[in-house]
């Protein structure tokens, strides 16, 4: 019995001990491990790209590890609450997505671009217009004509009410004055992607990594895209400003600190993180998978959320008075 | 036949092997524990896919699927806890023969042997199928989707244990937790009484983790109360199932086969879904119904070839379209695009080599899955003889850490402690758990597609009946839903 | 003793309640055919009015078979359902416990609880299983997995 006393006894001064050494362990920074909070659930969009991220920042950086943990609870708002909550320390950062600038303006949370300094956005992908490849028409203002023609038949997946490519897709009826009828498809893009091919609706404006394998087979074609400059992966395709509409709607994906991390931390962050997303193995790694990746760092990618964000308050609002 | 033998060659080295064994094993572990998602270790494991050189990363993926989706039977068989969401029905059949007949043995040879039947089944399809079955998953659009949720959710007057009439109360009930949350489809928040957690919907692990592994807890303490604890001394002989066993259950497993890569090749239907509509089949098809739910092998036999052919038939829409069908396969999906291999209607004809290769890796998979299963046998069955007193509280802690690890949410783990009290009074008055089960499971599935289909028809119903792979799901449903009804009937007309 | 038959009406008392409240909640979502297709109350209300009529049918079918359902006890109260019950407390307090002073103090002190309670008395055996048992959690969660289990409030 009193062999295991002593042994329990050792065990928790050996556990203080450590516990305390750590805390006052004050090296340069990083020293210990980063927390990276991804409000979405593991395998989606958000999560692969960010896990690809940090793990090239980790590989740079080199002492430390990223440890990406999962928090899609309430629909990702209670992760990216937790990373605006979080110690500025920069031992805890996190993704947020484009719905931290829409979501504001829906009455869902109180929480904003505000409350984080960026580091990255790896992504940026813009609404591109897919429809089958039978469709009868070949390019944007065949498109837009047709709808016209035939107002409220025409059938536009997106990935649910109120999301995203529901949005763009309400963005475009607007600067065209025209209707289409929405059919939400709440499991993601790639039912999208079945549904199009299997013509069971028309089309739809979505970023088009689900499409990729689909558009290169042939079975459907990408008419326009919703950027300022053509994409990587599809570089005949033109955008909706050459063709003299401006509109850029894009869902992006930042990894960001908590509004109060110092700017020495900010800066390790962000120039690692700008150093590898020049790299070969970054954009190789996400055009692979369908994705045009982009290098917007810091304050570039703040600039990117407070633009984005002042176009959805606009938006919603109008849309608000008119009743959807 | 070149390439067959050239992707042959190219996948039979011994990093390769290396890595399937260990892909495998981690999948078995993940699949086995309650709350570690396949999704999880999929994301964990994807990043190794870059050090590592050639397929061997795909390969690991692979294994890792096919092992997480056989690991859950064994928790779900010893313990009556399913390690994942899939192996929900293997616990009505397998715990009843592990615990209560005493013969863990017996079933975890027959749930092993289920498990690499329906996987090599699935991938053999697969290899000859693809772009037919691939063709039919297309049709599949909104009124299809909800016919096959009722025809799942039809299966609860013949599953359920107990009152027929409690199970549809309970099925009801999942199918409204179901809607708790933000409604995709008219952007409004339901029943979240305000609070932020509940908008995002009630997490369905914490519920099965709770419902299954705490409730059982609670039984058993209930059930040891004052008896003397003596040590269990189960043998096994054999880790393979008996030539008995594999002509009992021989035609449960095509049948269960076949159902399971049809349902796996429609993007977003799982093994979960998979699982119980199998296990319906099984007792609808069997003479002698009255062993199911006490340990009939057929039950896991069902169950097990039912979620483990889901892996085939996923591949289908992975390969020909390029489509997921779930989150485990997007993540696959973009490994292999990550790794040069493009899916999609041009794999077949541009990378024939790169098609096979997958084809071999995944009978592989399957095949050092089922080896694993069976070597393990004995030590699995050895959970049986930790006395109660220290399992208990450890399945305990194991269920608190698998729910707080699954979302690192706070609230799930209330949640789940509720689930297990509510399933303790739902036992007590005699009110099984499947209905609430699949009521969660398909309850989105079903509404989704209901108001969406209405959306495409302009409210329209005919939408449901001119459709005629829609008609002949709702049929099945109708028939399967009124089967207490009238097989009284039917028996004593033929009698 | 309960019985069979008070359970039962038990249940279709809860459940008629129930579902009204959800038909009643869904029906001021609204139910009406929309832009978006019906209603967001629309398949609610179908769910609480179907739980209704399910607490009905529940109902008759008690009333029918009143005799049998009341002569089927269902153990509630006795010594077994009381060990139970305690169970259900001792595992609450403990997960109260683990967010207040940290994952692996709570478990060490709710193993050495339960364990007790279920009828271990060699000390030695319940202190060995505990240590061994977080060990392997320390090693595989917070080693390999890097999933951070909750610590002490005053830690945070």
Redesign the interface.
């Known amino acids: 019995m009193r062999k295991y006393k002593a042994l329990v006894a050792a065990m928790a001064v050996s556990l203080s001990l450590g516990t305390v050494s750590a805390a006052l362990a004050a090296d340069a920074y990083p020293s210990k491990d980063i927390t990276v909070i991804i409000p979405k659930n593991p395998g989606g969009g958000t999560d692969i790209t960010g896990r690809g991220v940090i793990n090239m920042m980790q590989q740079d950086i080199g002492k430390v590890k990223f440890v990406p943990v999962n928090k899609p609870d309430g629909n990702g708002i209670v992760g990216m609450a937790d990373v605006a909550h979080a110690k500025p320390d920069g031992y805890t950062l996190g993704m947020v997505t484009v719905e931290l600038d829409i979501f504001p303006h829906q009455g869902k949370t109180n929480l904003s671009y505000k409350d984080y300094e960026s580091i990255i956005a790896p992504i940026a992908a813009p609404a591109a217009l897919i429809v089958h490849a039978d469709a009868p028409y070949n390019d944007l203002n065949s498109f837009v004509k047709y709808l016209k023609d035939n107002p409220g038949k025409v059938m536009m997946g997106n990935s649910g009410v109120g999301a995203i490519w529901h949005i763009a897709t309400l963005a475009f009826e607007k600067k065209f004055d025209v209707k289409v009828k929405h059919i939400p498809y709440p499991k993601g893009t790639a039912d999208i992607a079945a549904a199009i091919a299997g013509k069971h609706i028309d089309g739809c404006l979505a970023d088009p990594s689900s499409f990729k394998s689909q558009i290169e087979a042939g079975k459907l074609k990408i008419l326009a895209v919703m950027a300022d400059t053509r994409t990587k992966m599809f570089p005949d395709v033109p955008t909706f400003k050459e063709l003299g509409f401006d509109i850029a709607i894009r869902a992006w994906a930042t990894l960001v600190a908590p509004k109060g991390t110092p700017k020495e931390v900010l800066d390790v962050l962000r120039a690692s993180a700008k150093k590898v997303s020049n790299t070969p193995e970054f954009v190789d790694y996400f055009l692979k998978q369908g994705i045009d990746p982009t290098s917007i760092v810091g304050e570039d990618a703040n600039k990117m959320m407070e633009v984005d964000d002042a176009m959805y308050a606009e938006f919603l609002a109008k849309i608000a008075k008119e009743g959807k | 036949m070149e390439v067959v033998l050239d992707a042959f060659t190219q996948i039979c080295t011994l990093q390769n092997l290396f890595f399937l064994v260990i892909g495998t094993a981690v999948g078995i572990f993940i699949g086995a524990m309650p709350g570690l998602s396949v999704n999880m270790g999929l994301a964990l494991l994807f990043p190794v896919t870059f050090s590592v050189g050639g397929i061997s990363g795909i390969v690991m993926l692979l294994g890792l699927y096919c092992g997480a989706i056989y690991g859950g039977s064994i928790t779900a068989i010893l313990l009556r806890t399913p390690g994942t969401p899939a192996s929900a029905a293997t616990t009505m059949d397998g715990y009843p023969m592990a615990i209560h007949n005493k013969q863990p043995g017996r079933a975890l040879a027959v749930s092993t042997t289920a498990s690499t039947f329906g996987g090599v089944f699935s991938t053999v399809c697969l290899i000859l199928f693809a772009p037919l079955l691939a063709s039919v998953a297309l049709q599949f659009s909104k009124p299809e989707y909800f016919a096959l949720a009722i025809f799942g959710i039809s299966m609860i007057t013949s599953v359920s244990p107990g009152s027929i009439l409690k199970g549809v109360m309970g099925c009801v009930v999942g199918l409204w937790i179901a809607t708790i949350g933000l409604d995709a489809m008219s952007g409004m928040e339901r029943f979240t009484f305000g609070t932020l957690y509940l908008s995002g919907g009630v997490s369905f692990m914490p519920i099965l983790i709770g419902m299954f592994a705490l409730t059982q807890v609670f039984i058993n303490v209930e059930d040891n109360y004052g008896k003397e604890q003596g040590r269990n001394e189960i043998r096994i002989d054999s880790v393979l199932p008996s030539f008995a066993d594999l002509k009992l259950t021989l035609p449960t497993l095509v049948r269960s086969s076949m159902i399971g890569t049809f349902i796996g090749c429609v993007p977003g239907t799982g093994g979960d879904i998979s699982s119980w509509i199998c296990y319906n089949q099984a007792k609808t098809w069997a003479k002698d119904k009255s062993q199911f739910g006490k340990g009939d092998p057929r039950g896991i036999a069902a169950s097990e070839s039912g979620n483990n052919s889901i892996v085939g038939g996923a591949f289908i829409p992975v390969l020909t379209l390029g489509i997921p069908g779930d989150g485990a396969t997007a993540i696959i999906l973009g490994a292999l695009m990550v790794h040069g291999i493009q899916p999609g209607p041009l794999l077949f004809v541009n990378n024939a080599l790169d098609v096979y290769m997958i084809f071999i890796a995944l009978m592989f998979a399957n095949l050092v899955m089922g080896a694993m299963g069976f070597s393990l046998i004995k030590v699995f069955a050895r959970v049986t003889n930790v006395p109660i007193k220290f399992l208990l509280p450890i399945i305990v802690v194991m269920a608190i850490i698998g729910t707080y690890s699954y979302n690192n949410s706070v609230p799930d783990v209330f949640v789940m402690l509720a689930a297990g009290f509510v399933g303790y009074f739902m036992h007590k008055f005699d009110m099984g758990v499947p209905g609430v089960i699949i009521g969660i499971i398909l309850g989105s599935l079903a509404e989704q597609n209901f108001t969406g289909s209405l959306l495409m028809s302009d409210g329209s119903l005919s939408i449901f009946v001119t459709n005629p792979i829609c008609c002949v799901f709702l049929v099945l449903a109708f028939v399967s839903l009124l089967s207490p009804m009238y097989k009284p009937a039917l028996k004593a007309l033929f009698k | 003793m309960a019985n069979?038959k008070n359970?039962?009406l038990?249940?279709v008392g809860l459940?008629a309640v129930?579902g009204s409240a959800?038909a009643a909640?869904?029906y001021g979502?609204g139910i009406a055919?929309?832009?978006?297709?019906?209603?967001?109350?629309?398949?609610?209300f179908i769910?609480?009015v179907?739980?209704l009529a399910?607490?009905v049918?529940?109902l008759l079918?008690t009333l029918k078979h009143s005799a049998e359902y009341s002569a089927q006890e269902?153990?509630?109260s006795t010594?077994?359902?009381l060990?139970?019950y305690q169970?259900?407390g001792i595992?609450?307090l403990?997960?109260v416990l683990?967010?207040i002073t940290g994952f692996y103090l709570a478990?060490a002190l709710?193993?050495i609880c339960?364990?007790y309670r279920?009828?271990?008395d060699n000390?030695?055996?319940i202190?060995?299983?505990t240590?061994v048992?977080l060990a392997f959690?320390y090693i595989l969660?917070g080693m390999l997995?890097?999933?951070?289990?909750?610590l002490p409030i005053f830690?945070e």
């Open positions: 069979l359970c039962n038990l249940v459940s129930t959800i909640t869904a979502y055919m929309t832009e978006y297709g019906p209603g967001p109350g629309f398949w609610p769910l609480g179907s739980l399910v607490a049918l529940l079918d269902i153990l509630l010594a077994a359902n060990s139970a169970m259900m595992v609450l403990y997960a683990i967010f478990t709710f193993l339960a364990m279920l009828g271990a000390f030695k055996q202190l060995g299983v240590l048992f959690i969660f997995l890097h999933i951070a289990l909750p830690m």
